[in-house]
T-cell receptor
Framework: DAGVIQSPRHEVTEMGQEVTLRCKPI?????LFWYRQTMMRGLELLIY????????DSGMPEDRFSAKMPNASFSTLKIQPSEPRDSAVYFC???????????FGPGTRLTVT | AQSVTQLGSHVSVSEGALVLLRCNYS??????LFWYVQYPNQGLQLLLK??????LVKGINGFEAEFKKSETSFHLTKPSAHMSDAAEYFC??????????FGAGTILRVKS
């Protein structure tokens, strides 16, 4: 199995630009999670989906952030416009209902200058 | 709501020494508990999990953890540390659905 796939692995952009992060979960998994990790705030859950439907987006920092899951094999996290404080590593994870364990992707390191 | 407390943001041990990373949880239901490891520039990787049954759980790389309900603890141990164990370790508890609540993490340093 290829595991959770994230792209790009690194993204450097200027303040004000739109950023789109992509995630392909493990085939057959019905939960998908987006996390953000920084030194200051640690690991934060941003949003999660069940069967492509957003369940809890209370962790999304503000309206500049949006996430979609158009089908079971693809999700995006978009930041528009980006700000320097959005610089972080963004992780996607997936899991199967009832097993609870989450499988993490390698992350996307975002730097906003 | 469930919560996880990891005592010690940094732990330093000598190579060959016992590793003990502490985790206490708060849960209103019988907990499902996890330990994850994160190596530099990588995602989190599952080390071990407790759901039901035997309270002593063995994981990968020689790690194990014991669920103690009376102490609401799930401490992670390894008898002999190796340099390759240097990483950040996260304890987590299931909240609802498949959502996990993570602790703040403990960075393990192994000295030669």
């Amino acid at each position: 199995d290829a595991g959770v796939i994230q792209s790009p692995r690194h993204e450097v952009t200027e303040m004000g630009q739109e950023v789109t992060l992509r995630c392909k979960p493990i085939s057959g998994h019905d939960y998908l999670f987006w996390y953000r990790q920084t030194m200051m705030r640690g690991l934060e859950l941003l949003i999660y989906f069940n069967n492509n439907v957003p369940i809890d987006d209370s962790g999304m920092p503000e309206d500049r952030f949006s996430a979609k899951m158009p089908n079971a094999s693809f999700s995006t996290l978009k930041i528009q416009p980006s700000e320097p404080r959005d610089s972080a590593v963004y992780f996607c994870a997936s899991s199967l209902w009832g097993s609870y364990e989450q499988y993490f992707g390698p992350g996307t390191r975002l730097t906003v200058t | 709501a469930q919560s996880v407390t990891q005592l010690g943001s940094h732990v330093s041990v000598s190579e060959g020494a016992l590793v003990l990373l502490r985790c206490n949880y708060s849960s209103s239901v019988p907990p499902y508990l996890f330990w994850y490891v994160q190596y530099p520039n990588q995602g989190l990787q599952l080390l071990l999990k407790y759901t039901t049954g035997a309270t002593l759980v063995k994981g990968i790389n020689g790690f194990e953890a014991e669920f103690k309900k009376s102490e609401t603890s799930f401490h992670l141990t390894k008898p002999s540390a190796h340099m390759s164990d240097a990483a950040e370790y996260f304890c987590a508890v299931v909240e609802y659905g498949n959502k996990l609540v993570f602790g703040a993490g403990t960075i393990l340093r192994v000295k030669s």
